[in-house]
């Protein structure tokens, strides 16, 4: 109940005029993945730590409400992510929030996609972004890339008796692969903070998972 009183809140001190408050920003975020990478595709896994944000704090984006898609700025930059097969945009949205200091300014919730494993469904982007002054505009990211990445074969390995049949190989007694192996659901993070420059792009960069961001003031 708290949760969804601060969220109202919030969304009252978006309309409030900019005297009479903190100053506010429109701000912009490109969410992506690239699809060459060995680990999504059951390679090594370098890119995995321990860290998990916490997805139980944070307030709702969706209770500022996005902007339409045709004011988006950087439509450009998504369509040419997308355009070479490289990249996978999993996140392009925007929004406009009030700007305080690290201490008041709220951790706000996104999440996009849906993967399903272990018999439910998760997003596959979700996490936390915080944008402050402290004094220069700063902006705080704490995401989860989730991603079903398809498994190596495993080999199974034939008892002694097995391997004395007629026409039997060296190869067939090693081993043989077994057949349909499963996926496994696994989990990217990206934590990092950077100064904001009005109106230019700040680039974020994980192993797996990267961000743009774009911030300008409301006039």
């Known amino acids: 109940m708290l949760r969804l009183v601060t969220c109202l809140l919030l969304s009252l001190f978006v309309c409030l005029p900019a005297q009479a408050a903190d100053p506010v920003y429109e701000v912009e975020v490109i969410a992506f993945v690239r699809t060459s990478d060995p680990a999504l595709h059951g390679g090594e896994d370098a890119s995995l730590s321990s ?19 045709n004011t988006l700025r950087l439509g450009n930059v998504a369509a040419r992510l997308t355009s070479g097969g490289k990249y996978q945009v999993l996140l392009h949205q925007a929004w406009r929030q009030p700007v305080g200091s690290s201490a008041s300014a709220p951790w706000l919730h996104i999440a996009a996609g849906s993967v399903n494993a272990d018999g439910g469904s998760q997003p596959e982007l979700e996490g936390l972004v ?30 002694a008796d097995d391997t004395q049949y007629a026409g039997s190989t060296a190869d067939e ?13 696994r989990e990217y993070p990206l934590v990092g903070s950077s100064r ?17 961001v774009q911030a300008w003031p409301v006039k």
Do not use: C, W
């Open 51 to 69: 860290h998990r944000p916490n997805l139980d704090s944070g307030f709702e984006l969706d209770m500022l409400g996005g902007l339409p898609i």
């Open 130 to 159: 915080k944008l402050y002054r402290n004094p220069n505009l700063m902006l705080d990211a704490d995401l989860l890339y989730r991603h079903l990445a398809s498994a190596a074969p495993a080999l199974t390995t034939p008892k």
């Open 196 to 212: 904001v420059m009005e109106g230019q792009i700040t680039y974020y960069d994980s192993p797996m998972l990267s961000l743009l």
């Open 173 to 185: 007694a090693a081993g043989t692969e077994s057949p349909m192996p499963q996926p496994q659901l």
